[in-house]
């Protein structure tokens, strides 16, 4: 080795086009987010109003609570179908717990323990027994919302304390909402942990190959756990904000919002297939989401076509990345 | 034989063209450039590949062969340039019009369905179908036992499932696959790579059989003996430009080896001086149910331990245990005294026992991650403070051991999918050696790389005993064998079949025990 030049010197990045900035995912989700607020404030002279604005939040922020854990389980290269249902079980779990008389703090503290819960069983199934995540828990989405409807048949629970109606229909300061606030707040946390933790990191890595990973000493089972857990968590979060805006549990309650977290993650620019992603694209889909969402209730389109629009936006949200990424890599063949 | 695939063979009148006479090339690229992002892939690269002859291109990792291959093959399109086939000028838009124009490649890890059968594999998009547009599965295998056949390849069954093959058996399918669909122009990408010194034999076989079909051959390898041995022409790259082309017979190893390095290399080993210390690592009655029996050995300090074998001896499985990655069934491990019982990849890393794995691609590399986040990935708890990532931190780690390999890269952000197998091998025995361990164990560390790569990971094993570490290194390349080892334990059918001392050792006594043929 005595005749090799002295090594190159390989720089740590190099400096990017301005090019690629401008053509990023997030930048055309603003483009997108400006256009859609843009034509809302055309299409409703109700819209601008702070009180609107305000109201228009609550339309993406449970499920945007949600989300965030899915991202980082997506992420990891696994999903989870069953935050729905888990939103219901905790429900009705809460309901129960009312109608024993418990207060406030035991009801939160129901609603957090149920989600967790929930997410660790199907983290057990999938990292335990090596089951694939999508079948785990298509059959816990059955199971979950299936022993809500045991519970409760075609009764609601009513009658929580007043003091609990703080978190789904109470303010911070002036129009910002409670959920608005912990949603943020939460955003924050997620993205901490997603882009600047040794935890993150090896997410990412395990979304990109599992095997290496695990030959590299990552506790990938541990991560993915975890990661389980974690939406299980915000699920049961979602599901106290949820009743304690609506006042009542029915077994139907969040039917579908693990389409529309799943819309919103993959909107976010979160690769279907796993390993890539950002927590801002999540924050700007669930923001975009939400615009729709509303724009159309001005509009007074009605939920059935809201659910079609769903649909479709899930599909497009899917396809495009892929095309985006063909377009951008010279090979639209 | 009158097998399909025969009467194939028969309409395309193969003339039997050797080296000496001038045919007219069948393919012929000419002045081709491709960039990639921050990289100049190929600049101004030519290539001809005669019908009946074999041509091995030749060049160090990174040199673009593998980027010429793609844009053969229609996967990559060039910037510049022209193809033409036949004389001919034609383009290949996409992969269909490569194999439109019967361009086939077979890669080193080869590129078929392991959960399909041997006949699906060969007739996969052309298989041959009923009056009512049905798959014919009876005629599909009748003609894939035919295909089969005539390659002096009857022994697999054309009903197994790929996955049940060995890499031979695979490589024997890829080729099968390459006849039937009247392949003209085969390229073959370091098929030798995983094969043991028999089954090199029978592709070699295979590969005459090919040339006297009249197919146009392109054979890309490291290994010289293996290019003296079946190519007729050569052409060199170099850091993205062709460098030198001719005839095999009028050119000298050395002259090869120096239009591909730009310079003499005059010894491929390194001389070093051993001084070996008290045992570091001991292994006793290491066991698997299927795998291996009763394994014991002792590394010392300072030491490198070869292991020798045929492939499926038994060595990567072993290794594997004592990284903590397959669970054993009985037996003890000790370091430096201390018994252990590794129960995952994290154990024995904590240990001080790395894994540098021989599937670089599936479990080395984690592609989609950038070079500095590769390195630092088993070694995240340092480069973290509480758990947050500390940048700076990271890519002085990654730096500092990437430019010990003399890793080629045009920053650490890079992908690293977008890097080179050799390359990306230097990524990864960086990434183990960031942890700083005490035990390396190496499986084919040089398997598939290039002569100056070799050198560079041959030299830093060297480095690193010599700085105390102890080296195992799992080799089924002889001269690596012979050249790096202290000593050589040599296994056979998951047993230890002999451990002999690197003193006068000789490569036929290897061969011998690891076959278990008497001497």
């Known amino acids: 080795m005595t005749d090799t030049p002295a090594p190159r010197h390989i720089p740590d990045r190099l400096d990017k086009p301005l090019s690629s900035a401008i053509f990023s995912w997030e930048a055309l989700l603003v483009i997108i987010a400006i256009a859609i607020f843009t034509v809302n404030s055309f299409a409703s002279p109700y819209f601008l109003d702070p009180w609107s604005l305000s109201d228009l939040t609550f339309n993406f922020t449970e499920k945007g609570l949600i989300a965030l854990a899915m991202a980082l389980l997506i992420i990891s290269g696994e999903i989870d179908l069953s935050v729905a249902a888990i939103v219901a079980l905790a429900s009705t779990m809460m309901g129960m717990a009312v109608q024993a008389g418990a207060g406030t703090p035991v009801l939160v503290a129901i609603g957090i323990v149920v989600g967790l819960g929930c997410g660790a069983f199907n983290g057990l199934l999938v990292t335990r027994l090596g089951l694939p995540s999508i079948v785990v828990t298509i059959g816990t989405m059955s199971l979950f919302r299936g022993i809500a409807f045991i519970i409760l048949g075609d009764q609601a629970y009513k009658g929580y304390p007043e003091s609990f109606a703080f978190f789904g229909q109470g303010y911070v300061w002036w129009v910002f909402s409670f959920e608005l606030a912990l949603f943020l707040v939460a955003a924050l946390i997620y993205w901490f942990v997603l882009h600047r933790t040794s935890f993150g990191r090896r997410v990412f890595a395990i979304g990109n190959n599992p095997v290496a990973c695990q030959f590299s000493g990552v506790r990938v089972g541990r991560i993915k756990f975890i990661l389980f857990c974690l939406t299980g968590l915000m699920s049961g979060i979602a599901s106290v904000l949820i009743t304690s805006r609506l006042g009542s549990t029915r077994p139907s309650i969040a039917q579908g919002y693990e389409l529309e977290a799943i819309t919103m993650v993959v909107l976010g620019g979160v690769s279907i297939l796993g390993g890539a992603g950002s927590i801002l694209g999540v924050v700007l889909a669930a923001f975009i989401m939400g615009l729709v969402t509303f724009g159309l209730g001005l509009l007074n389109v009605p939920g059935i076509v809201m659910s079609i629009f769903i649909g479709l936006l899930l599909i497009i949200v899917i396809a495009l990345p892929i095309l985006w990424r063909r377009l951008r890599e010279g090979r639209f063949a | ?519």
């Open chain 2, 1 to 519: 034989m009158d097998t399909t695939a025969q009467r194939k063979m028969e309409t395309e009148r193969p003339e039997p063209s050797g080296p000496s006479q001038s045919a007219s090339p069948r393919l012929t690229l000419s002045g081709i450039s491709k960039s990639f992002p921050g990289v100049r892939a190929l600049h101004n690269v030519s290539l001809s590949l005669y019908p009946g002859q074999v041509t091995a291109l030749i060049g160090e990792n990174g040199a673009g062969k593998s980027t010429l291959v793609k844009i053969m093959t229609g996967i990559y399109q060039p910037d510049s340039g022209e193809i033409s086939i036949d004389g001919q000028a034609t383009t290949l838009p996409s992969a269909h019009a490569a194999f439109g124009h019967g361009i086939t490649a077979i890669h080193q890890e080869t590129v078929l369905f392991d959960d399909l059968s041997v006949a699906e594999n060969i007739f996969l998009g052309h298989a041959p179908r009923t009056r009512l547009g049905t798959i014919d599965w009876r005629t599909m295998r009748k003609n894939a036992r035919e295909v089969l056949e005539t390659m002096r390849a009857g022994h697999i069954d054309a009903d197994a499932r790929l996955k049940d093959l060995g890499i031979a058996n695979k490589h024997l399918v890829a080729v099968a696959r390459a006849m039937s669909i009247d392949a003209r122009i085969v390229i073959m990408d370091e098929p030798t790579a995983a094969l043991s010194m028999k089954e090199i034999e029978e592709l070699f076989l295979l590969i005459e059989f090919l040339k006297s079909e009249g197919k146009a051959v392109l054979f890309i390898s490291h290994k010289f003996d293996e290019i003296y041995r079946i190519a007729d022409r050569y052409t060199v790259f170099r850091d993205g430009e062709m460098v030198g082309e001719g005839l095999l017979k009028d050119t000298s190893q050395n002259e090869i080896v120096r239009m591909m390095v730009g310079r003499n290399v005059d010894h491929i080993f390194p001389r070093r001086e051993p001084k070996i210390g008290a045992p570091v690592l001991s292994v006793s009655g290491l066991s698997h149910p299927t795998e291996f029996d009763d394994i014991g050995f002792e590394l010392r300090k300072g030491e490198i331990l070869g292991f020798y074998g045929l492939v499926g001896a038994g060595r990567s499985e072993v290794m594997q245990a004592i990284a903590g990655i397959t669970r054993t069934s009985r037996g003890a491990i000790s370091l430096d005294g201390q018994p252990i019982a590794p129960k995952s990849a994290a154990d024995s890393i904590e240990a001080g026992i790395v894994y540098v794995p021989e599937e670089r691609g599936k479990q080395g590399v984690v592609i989609g991650l950038p070079i500095f986040q590769n390195v630092s990935l088993p070694s995240l708890a340092r480069t973290s403070k509480s758990g947050v990532l500390k940048l700076a931190e990271e890519f002085t780690l990654a730096r500092s051991y990437t430019e010990r390999l003399d890793l080629r890269a045009s920053s650490l952000s890079q992908d690293v999918g977008t890097l080179s197998g050799g390359n990306q091998q230097k990524v990864v025995i960086a990434k183990w050696l960031a942890t700083a361990p005490k035990v390396i164990i190496l499986d084919e560390p040089t398997k598939g790389i290039d002569i100056g790569s070799k050198a560079a990971v041959h030299g830093f094993m060297a480095e690193l005993v010599a700085q105390g570490l102890s080296v195992i290194m799992v080799s089924s390349e002889l001269p690596e064998i012979l050249g790096m080892s202290d000593r050589v334990v040599v296994m056979r059918e998951g047993r230890v079949a002999a451990t002999y001392d690197n003193k006068g050792l000789d490569a036929e006594t290897l061969v011998r025990t690891a076959a278990g043929i008497a001497a």
